[in-house]
Structures are given as structure tokens and as C-alpha cells.
């Protein structure tokens, strides 16, 4: 990756972290710890698809339980990863902090509303934000590669292409997940980090 | 399943100050990932292979990460040299393989590696905890620090009920496949993880409460930085200058 798309990427994920970071309690960064622990998990399950397995990136769903504070979240997440098994590296920490949390967020900010609505509403949504989270990331991807050097266009294209059956398993997941928390414990659902002490 | 493999030694490399580590392994990493002679990156990562010899890391362990990364750059040789443009230097089939996708390939590999053996020798000779400790110290935000130091500590607990949720639905005989029953059951467990984890959060909160928690984090620990970290950061300055020059005065 070229200088400007490393600089750019820390200065987008450096701006998120901090609203993310004011938007979080010092009460709540247990909540954010612990949740964080749980995507940190999550995402090491490989589920079966077709002959292969793909693991589950599950952005979409850290943004409609985290909104902003998916931001801080993802970064540690991600220097956890870089710590425990080398993907990732510390030069390319901001933009991979862009290119999984701001799909996050936008989706957290498109879709969260409607989680509340009706049960059919609410899972479309989820399935909805789920699949886009995901294709947003390699759609996010693809033009830091493009950026860095025109002549990633071709293995870029072939790089989201990739994600398509990606995203229909992360929009299932997602969906069916957040039908549980809804029935389960719905007060997951609400804006995260401003809850009151129960 | 969370292994730390490097976090504990006695080698040089581990007895530094990890500020110095931090810092310099940081500077370290983007310089070489901006620049782009050849000779620059060989010496970088000459340096670099230099570093995990001091820091005497365990060879198998070095050898099974270095093996992921160059998985993922296996990725970039077979697609680079066929989707570029440009002199073609031979064929494979119906594809070109061009001279600019492979230098780019080349150049990419050099670059990755250099960065990633320093950081290892750097970085991962110290564990997750000292490494919030320093980060603290160098002044990254406090809520970063804790919130790190927060996933780590629990990242083993979760992992733990994680497994014991998939060894319950394994036991009932929960076989992986394609099918919408699959999905549904690890969508259901990661639910549950997700129930159980704010739940235990709650308590968290609550214990530290009990405990008088103000809203700061104090970390008690204590760095202390001797004559050998002078010399090591002058000793890696100078190196960084010498790349510096490379990257400016040499042209391949």
C-alpha cells in the first residue's frame, strides 16, 4: 500500500476512534472489553460453505451492538490479531480499522433504527446490514489497492467478487442473531455505552 | 488456542526497555513499508532476520507465523504477474506473466517479510499486558489502553465458554454443513456468547464499583531505561539512516 492510502486510512481511523472513544463511558468499557472479547472469538469460527469454509468477519453485527464505539473496538480487536497471529501488521492498522469499521458504522446508522420495528422488518434489516457491511469492506478494500496502484483493478474486482458468497452467510448469521438478542435480551439492541446501570 | 510464543526470553532483545521496542519497531515498520529500492528492502530485511537471532525466538514457532504471511503474499504472486500490464516476459496458457507484476510481487514479499520478522522480534518479545503498559506510557489514550487490556483479559474466558457451548451442541450431535440449520446454530451461539459476555460485564462493572473504580486507570507499572537503550536507539537510528540514504541514492 502507498504512503497516502497508509496516512489517509490512520487519519480516518484515528478521527473514528476518538468520537468513537467520547461516545464511550468510562462505565461502559467493560461492556465494550467484553464485547470486543466475543468478535474477537467470533471471528476466528469457520463456517462450512459448500466445499470450503469461510470465517465470519461479523462487522455488520458490531455495529448495530456498538454503533461508534466500533471504532475503538475493532482496533484493539485487530491489534489483538496482529499480536496472536500475524495478520494484519501495525503499518496497515488504520486502514484496516477503516475498512471494517466504517461499514460498521454506516450500518449501524442505516439500519439500527428499524431493529426495533417488527420481527420481519427487523431481521431484513439485519440481513440487509450484514451483507452490505461485508461487501462495503472489500468494496473499501478494493479501492485502497486500486489507490495504492491502478493496475490492482482486475485482482481487486476478483477480490469482492470473492466476498459475494461471503456476504450471503454474514447477512444469514447476522439476522438470525439478532432475532435471538431481540427475544433473549433486547436491552443489547439499544444505544450502546449511554444504558443505564441495571 | 491464544498463544503468546515469543512473550518470554532472556535473550538482549527481551531485557530492552519495550518503549525503545515499541517506538523504534513502529518507526522501523513505516519506513520500510514506504520505501521501494530493492536494496533498501533486502537490508531491511537483513535487519530484521538479525533482530530474531538476537531475540533467539523459537525457530518452529518463527517458521509456522512466517508461513501464514507468505500465504496470504502466494495470493498476490499468482494473480499480480497475470492482471498487470505491461512487458510481457513469457506465457502461461492464455495469460502474459508481466515484468511489472512480478517486480511488484517481489517488492511486496521484501516488504512484508522485513516488516513482520522485526516485529516480531520486537513486539511480540513482550506480552499483551507489558505492551498496554507501554502503550499507556507513551501516552496512548487511557481508554485504548484499557479497553485492550479489558479484551485481552477476557478473550481467553470467552474462548473458553465458547468451546464448552460448541462441545455441548457437538455432543448432540451438531455436525457443520451447508444448511440453514448450521447458520442458525452458530448464529444462536455466538448470541448466547453475547448474552452471557454483557452479563458478566455487568458484574465486572459492579465488582469495580465495589472496589471504588473512579473512572482512571492507573497502571502501576514500571519501566526503567538504562545505558543499553541509548545505545540501541542511536544503533538503530543510524541503521534507519543508512536505508534512508540506500532508498534515496540507489535507483533499482
Known amino acids: ?198 | 488456542m491464544f498463544q503468546e510464543p515469543f512473550a518470554r526470553g532472556t535473550s538482549v532483545i527481551h531485557e530492552l526497555d519495550p518503549r525503545s521496542k515499541v517506538v523504534v519497531g513502529v518507526s522501523y515498520a513505516f519506513f520500510v513499508a514506504l520505501s521501494t529500492r530493492f536494496l533498501t528492502l533486502t537490508g531491511a530485511l537483513i535487519i530484521s532476520f538479525v533482530l530474531i537471532g538476537l531475540a533467539r525466538l523459537n525457530p518452529g514457532a518463527v517458521a509456522k507465523r512466517a508461513m501464514v504471511v507468505n500465504g496470504l503474499i502466494l495470493f498476490f504472486w499468482v494473480v499480480l504477474p497475470i492482471t498487470f500490464e505491461g512487458e510481457a516476459l513469457f506465457d502461461i496458457g492464455p495469460f502474459p506473466v508481466t515484468r511489472p507484476g512480478i517486480l511488484l510481487s517481489a517488492r511486496i514479499t521484501l516488504k512484508s517479510n522485513a516488516i513482520f520478522f522485526t516485529f516480531m522480534a520486537l513486539v511480540e518479545s513482550m506480552s499483551a499486558v507489558t505492551l498496554g503498559h507501554t502503550l499507556n506510557r507513551l501516552r496512548v489514550p487511557e481508554k485504548v489502553v484499557h479497553l485492550f487490556l479489558m479484551t485481552y483479559r477476557y478473550v481467553f474466558v470467552v474462548e473458553e465458554e465458547f468451546s464448552r457451548l460448541l462441545r455441548a451442541a457437538k455432543i448432540r450431535g451438531f455436525r457443520p454443513k451447508t444448511t440453514f440449520h448450521t447458520y442458525k446454530t452458530y448464529a444462536y451461539l455466538l448470541g448466547m456468547l453475547l448474552v452471557r459476555a454483557s452479563v458478566r460485564a455487568e458484574r465486572v462493572q459492579q465488582a469495580m464499583a465495589c472496589r471504588g473504580f473512579r473512572g482512571k486507570f492507573y497502571c502501576l507499572a514500571d519501566f526503567s531505561w538504562s545505558r543499553r537503550d541509548c545505545l540501541w536507539c542511536a544503533l538503530m537510528t543510524g541503521l534507519l539512516i543508512v536505508l534512508v540514504m540506500l532508498e534515496w541514492t540507489t535507483r533499482v
Open chain 1, 1 to 198: 500500500m502507498s504512503g497516502p492510502v497508509l496516512i489517509s486510512g490512520m487519519a480516518l481511523a484515528g478521527v473514528g476512534t476518538a468520537v468513537g472513544l467520547k461516545k464511550l463511558d468510562y462505565e461502559a468499557v467493560p461492556q465494550a472489553g467484553l464485547v470486543s472479547a466475543v468478535f474477537f472469538v467470533a471471528s476466528l469460527i469457520h463456517v462450512p460453505l459448500g466445499p470450503a469454509s469461510v470465517h465470519l468477519i461479523l462487522n455488520g453485527l458490531v455495529g448495530l451492538i456498538l454503533g461508534w464505539v466500533a471504532f475503538p473496538v475493532i482496533l484493539v480487536a485487530l491489534v489483538l490479531q496482529t499480536l496472536f497471529f500475524q495478520f494484519g501488521g501495525i503499518t496497515t492498522l488504520g486502514v484496516n480499522t477503516v475498512i471494517m469499521a466504517v461499514p460498521a458504522l454506516l450500518g449501524y446508522l442505516l439500519f439500527s433504527p428499524m431493529l426495533r420495528k417488527r420481527a420481519f422488518v427487523a431481521l431484513t434489516a439485519a440481513f440487509a446490514c450484514g451483507c452490505f457491511s461485508v461487501f462495503l469492506g472489500s468494496l473499501l478494500l478494493a479501492l485502497a489497492l486500486v489507490f495504492t496502484e491502478k493496475n490492482f483493478l482486475k485482482a481487486s474486482a476478483l477480490l469482492v467478487a470473492a466476498h459475494g458468497p461471503v456476504m450471503i452467510v454474514e447477512g444469514v448469521i447476522t439476522a438470525l442473531c439478532i432475532g435471538f438478542l431481540r427475544k433473549v435480551r433486547p436491552s443489547m439492541l439499544r444505544t450502546f455505552g449511554k444504558r443505564e446501570f441495571s
